[in-house]
């Protein structure tokens, strides 16, 4: 029978706060519901960081809290930040898992590791009002199309699985990756300073323009991480948070050295690994984490990034403009015999080009006009935001 495949990633779905990079709530809710309608049943895969709990806010007493000690009530806690936030979309999704031959994959990245809390599956199916077709996992591999977030070929984000979660003094908590824990504990008020700055790619092109953030960033990350080489081990103890992998210091200090903060490179390495399966002639790989678009075809292989559903600009350096980056989605057709025929498509989206010095004089005047351009009512939400 004839089956639809559609893959989005890296969409990091906020609490609507100043965190919060995603603002295109019109377009994805539009877009979902193009999926709706369609006659052929169809997979819909959200392939990691669907969600961004790491950068949600935990409002405590009014206050927001960035805890690394992640315990399902917080899971819970943010999740309903982010619900409150983007309404349509999970409006959007509810409509597209009413229909039975329609199935909704929540594949798990580094931002939506809280997925693996059991709560936190049941409390998106309770909203979803679906138990049957929605799945959360590590992998989609059906019919050939094989998609997964990625964070597993990327070296200081991967996660273990086999060991989602940690006790903590008798609590159960998420066993992030150890720079997860650094960036949740540490970095997050340098985002609520700068709201606008991780949304200009490529960030050694943004950085070299606003040294005062790279200067911040810099000088965080030194300080952490000699505090988690002399200070933390002791101080910290019995915090299984603070234990720092022994092979992660080479690859820091080689980071340090180069200001390299972005995500590496994890075609070569999945392509690595992935080498000795036998079944991967003819496949379709759809692969995020890396907000980039590319392309890869070659022997049978194919290799897909989609690119991000967050708010994010191209700097073009020679005239200091910021070009908004497309929205993009994979689209796979299953044919009767099994044969597939796929395209990359832009979803469109009407924005105007920003200048930047304009953006860097005043970040949260700009958050705020960049969500009025998509009708994204983020006055509403600040709002409440404490800071
Ligand atoms: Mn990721």
Known sequence: MKKEIVVIGDVEIGGGTLTDDFISDKALSAFIGTLT???????????????????????????????????????????????????????????????????LFFTIGNHDHDLFYEGVQERIKELLKSKENVFFRLQYHFHGVY????????????????????????????????????????FMTIKEEHPFMERIKPYPTMFSHHKAVLQKINRRSIEYVLKSIIYYPLRYFYDPTYTIPREIFRELYRRLKNRHWDIDNIVPVFKRRQRWRANLRNKIHVLGHVHEHYLEQKGGWIIIHPDTWRDEYTFDETNGKLYHKPKKYVHILVEDDD?????????????????????????????????????????KFLARDPS
């Open 147 to 186: 998609a997964e977030h990625g964070q597993q070929y990327d070296f200081l984000n991967k996660i273990n699985p086999k060991r989602a979660f940690i006790t903590y003094r008798g609590e159960k908590i998420l066993n992030i990756p150890w720079l997860a824990f650094g960036l949740i504990s540490r």
């Open 339 to 379: 044969s597939l025929q796929w395209e990359v498509k832009d979803y469109p989206i009407k924005r105007s080009v920003l200048r930047f010095d304009d953006v860097l004089k005043d970040e949260v005047g700009w958050v705020k006009k960049a969500a009025a351009e998509e009708g994204y009512p983020i006055e």
């Open 37 to 103: 309608r369609k006659k052929t049943p169809v997979d819909f895969i959200l392939n990691g960081d669907s969600f961004d709990f790491m950068k949600c806010p935990y409002i405590v007493k009014g206050k927001n809290t960035y805890p690394r000690h992640i315990t399902e009530k917080i899971s819970l806690a943010k999740l309903k930040l982010m619900e409150e936030a983007h309404a349509p979309v999970f409006e959007a999704l509810r409509r597209f898992v009413s229909h039975k031959k329609n199935r």
